[in-house]
């Protein structure tokens, strides 16, 4: 079992909060999904509402990411002798990973209405106390969550190589998917064109800089100018020169930027 806030991770930052087994709390499942639920939820919004004198606290969100934990848990195999159950946070979206293949193909299992749960009797705990949707209901209600809030249909991954399925919640409007989907639509064979003119125009150093990398890590010039050997001036002029051509993108501020990777 294993939960990591990658909220607001860097080079030198691999995540900001940690919950897995160090042998500081009984390591069990129910424990596990009580002190990981509300660190899930604790930054969602929480628009005032009142229901006749008191304040309702919780949104769909919030319930739709508590019945993505609990569809992590009562899904896993827990036979299987590799695979763990994985919990990450970011700053925009939620993954739930578990050991373990669908018994649905993934077709019934966004349509709804059926459920083959791997753990029906941990369904029934989690149920009796409170979590857990009806029986098929469950994951369609996540994606209605979804849609009601316009953001990016979620994403259920099987990994039949690994024997693992990771549930992508994305917080992301889609409307602004569907227009970056049109602009990549209309500009594919563009790009195609320009995409080994741009390699060849990259110098070597350039190139070292992207290899050094990583996709959405913050870096600062000074990192970058260590990996590379490069004096600072001169490493912060190349990453100016990668922004401009598209390859990175960087922090508004000029004394505190940071640059990342986006391709």
């Not at 299987?80 to 077709?107: C, H, Q, R, W, Y």
């Not at 469950?138 to 190589?161: K, M």
């Not at 992508?168 to 209309?186: N, T, V």
Request: charged share 30%; hydrophobic share 35%; with cysteine.
């Amino acid at each position: 079992m294993d939960y990591r806030n990658e909220s607001e991770i860097t080079m030198d930052i691999r995540w900001n909060d940690r919950i897995t087994y160090d042998g500081t709390w009984e390591n069990n499942l129910f424990n596990f999904f009580t002190k990981v639920t509300p660190k899930l939820t604790e930054d969602l919004k929480k628009p005032f509402k009142l229901e006749g004198i008191q304040r309702i606290d919780e949104t769909p969100v919030h319930k739709a990411v508590r019945e993505a934990f609990v569809n992590l848990i009562i899904h896993a195999d827990y036979l299987m002798d590799a695979g763990v159950l994985k919990v990450i946070k970011k700053s925009n979206s939620f993954e739930f990973t578990n050991p373990g293949i669908l018994k649905l193909p993934l077709e019934d299992i966004y349509r709804g209405g059926n459920s083959k749960s791997r753990n029906p009797h941990m369904q029934t705990m989690l149920r009796m106390v409170g979590f857990g949707d009806n029986a098929g209901s469950g994951f369609p209600s996540i994606l209605a969550t979804w849609e009601d809030e316009g953001w990016v249909q979620p994403e259920l991954i099987e990994d039949t190589a690994l024997n693992q399925v990771t549930l992508y919640l994305k917080m992301i409007p889609k409307h602004g998917q569907q227009s970056a989907k049109k602009i990549a639509e209309k500009s594919a064979e563009s790009a195609e064109k320009s995409a080994e003119t741009q390699e060849e125009l990259l110098s070597e150093r350039q190139k070292q800089i992207l290899a050094c990398m990583e996709l959405e890590v913050l870096y600062r010039t000074e990192d970058i100018a260590e990996k590379i050997g490069l004096k600072g001036p001169r490493t912060r002029q190349l990453l100016n020169e990668l922004v401009a051509m598209g390859r990175l993108t960087c922090t508004a501020a000029t004394k505190n930027r940071r640059y990342i990777r986006i391709e």
